[in-house]
């Protein structure tokens, strides 16, 4: 069968989260026959390499074969295994993701600035009582135990191909849940593998870019990224999403419509709130979400600020008084 009539092979592997309601599964896929491609690497939890490993086993695969790994973005629950693959495997094994994503897994220092001087000055600047900030601080140290970093990831861009037998991944890239998140598609079997950008149980989380001196675009504002981004892979010829959380979907061009109406609503929250009166980011919670759960104020504090940089882009809302703690008003 000539290469261009193949059909790939692909093993979707979906590790449990007990714990993490919000996240579901930890999925991973294996993409050949060659070169065996990796498309994420799941969280590094006790006993989470074994469960993987077997699940590959079980679908007629070596997890040691693996000839190259791919990641969709830098969060620990997409990386955190690279490591223990390649000691498995006794050799080099090339891992790549964006480029504006090297930062954040080439060491783990990004993850402990949540704790540092600029973490605390962070806390302040949105009012956040002493007692949710111990609580985020305690979270945040967990990190280190959930990865190894990778300190000789190689970078990709938009637009560039992994080909193999019968298949072919164009990276898409499609900055807002981070930076440098991507999408990788598959356009024979019209596939889209879609990391954190696309979910089908939950809407994902633009999150608010705390380092923009680490960007290329200082300017860079996470949910107008976003919203950009649903344009770019709404276009795309897509017959099943495969998430980096949750299951397999289809139905891309409504998702992307929930989406959009998701944020309008969230934005017009946000502005309704202001409306009413200059308070600190931290007291804004309550108004504009109907529950967080204990462990997802620093979500709900990081969606906030995505939305006023979008509000104040649209010339909705402004910043009053820099503080700390901050103080933003509705406008318009």
């Known amino acids: 069968m000539s290469q261009s009539t193949q059909v790939a092979d692909l093993l979707p592997i979906s590790l449990p989260l007990p714990g993490y309601p919000d996240l579901q599964t930890a999925n991973v896929y294996l993409l050949g026959p060659r070169p065996l491609t990796l498309i994420d690497a799941a969280p590094k939890f006790p006993g989470a390499f074994e469960f993987i490993q077997e699940e590959a086993r079980r679908g007629g695969y070596d997890l040691s074969r693996v000839e190259r790994i791919l990641l ?66 305690d979270r945040f140290s967990l990190f280190d135990l959930l990865c190894d970093p990778i300190p000789d990831a190689l970078g990709f861009e938009d637009g560039e191909v992994f080909r193999g037998e019968g298949y072919e991944l164009n990276v898409v890239h499609c900055p ?38 680490l960007l290329r675009f200082p300017g860079y504002q996470s949910l107008k990224a976003y919203l950009a981004s649903l344009d770019r892979v709404a276009k795309l010829e897509v017959l099943r999403v495969l998430p980096g959380h949750g299951e397999e979907f289809s139905g891309l061009t409504e998702l992307v419509a929930g989406y959009r109406r998701h944020h309008r609503e969230r934005a017009d929250r946000l502005w309704g709130a202001l409306k009413k009166g200059n308070r600190p980011i931290y007291h804004l919670i309550g108004e504009v979400f109907d ?27 402004e910043l009053v008084d820099s503080g700390p703690p901050a103080l933003y008003r509705a406008t318009g």
């Open 291 to 317: 529950f967080v759960p204990e462990n997802d104020v620093f979500l709900a504090i990081s969606e906030i600020l995505v939305h006023l940089e979008l509000l104040i882009d649209q010339g909705r809302a």
């Open 72 to 137: 969709t973005h830098g969060h620990v629950d997409h990386f955190g295994l690279v490591e223990r693959i390649r000691q498995e495997a006794d050799r080099p094994i090339p891992c790549y993701l964006h480029t504006e994503e090297l930062h954040r897994v080439t060491s783990t220092k990004h993850y402990r600035e949540i704790l540092s001087s600029e973490g605390d000055a962070i806390m302040a600047m949105v009012d956040m009582p002493q007692r949710e900030a111990e609580k985020i601080r």
């Open 176 to 213: 807002g849940h981070t930076p440098g998140s991507c999408c990788f598609h598959e356009p024979r079997q019209r596939i889209l593998f879609s990391g954190d950008h696309l979910l089908k149980h939950v809407t994902p989380n633009p999150l608010f870019e705390f380092r923009k001196d």
